[in-house]
């Protein structure tokens, strides 16, 4: 496994070796002592699988307030996706910074998110398939999130017009939310 630091501190690029073959694939998604050999300490305790039937879906941008916040790995089982962390962590260098990276089931790589940040993704085309593991559980009363199109943000989305559920159409700005 291949861990490339990204320019945010603490996120990941994840690469993982793909052993190939004519009858398919085989490849590790995680592997605790690789991932602390990395400096990553998650305890992952829940798994997200996630659908979208259609190309320009964008679920996002999601965090947990603390005490209840998440760390994620993120891995495309099918399909592909823009995926977008923004850093929210107030003592942070890069505090409001975003970044993006294209996971893809053809290419196996994944995102490690780490707490403090909010995370969302756009499919990139139709019937795109997305798991995710998280080191803390789901906590409704944590829920937090964040306008896809926050002008303070300037997010380069690939989708312009983009499908969004209804609660994540009402999310306010950044400037907007206390942290």
């Known amino acids: 496994m291949k861990f ?3 320019e945010l501190p603490g996120a990941f690029v ?3 070796a793909v052993h190939k ?17 990395n400096g990553i300490m998650a305890d992952f305790v829940q798994d997200n699988y996630s659908f979208s039937r259609h190309q320009g879906v964008l679920r996002g941008l999601h965090f947990q307030y603390p005490p209840y916040a998440q760390a994620k790995l993120v ?10 962390i923004v850093d929210l962590r107030k003592d942070s260098p890069t505090f409001r910074r975003w970044i993006s990276v294209e996971l893809r089931s053809s ?9 403090g940040f909010a995370h969302g993704f756009c499919t990139l085309e139709d019937n795109t398939h997305v798991l995710y593991k998280v080191d803390s559980l789901y906590a409704p009363s944590a829920d937090g999130g964040i306008r896809w199109d926050d002008p303070d ?9 983009p499908l969004l559920s209804e609660k994540d159409s009402r999310l306010p700005y950044l400037k907007d939310i206390t942290l």
């Open 4 to 6: 490339v630091e990204m």
């Open 14 to 16: 994840v690469e993982p």
């Open 21 to 37: 073959d004519t009858r398919g694939f085989f490849v590790e998604t995680f592997n605790e002592k690789e991932f602390r050999d």
């Open 75 to 84: 891995l495309v089982i099918s399909g592909s996706v823009y995926d977008v």
């Open 107 to 115: 290419e196996l790589n994944m995102i490690y998110v780490p707490r």
């Open 153 to 161: 943000l300037s997010i380069s989305w690939p989708a312009t017009s």
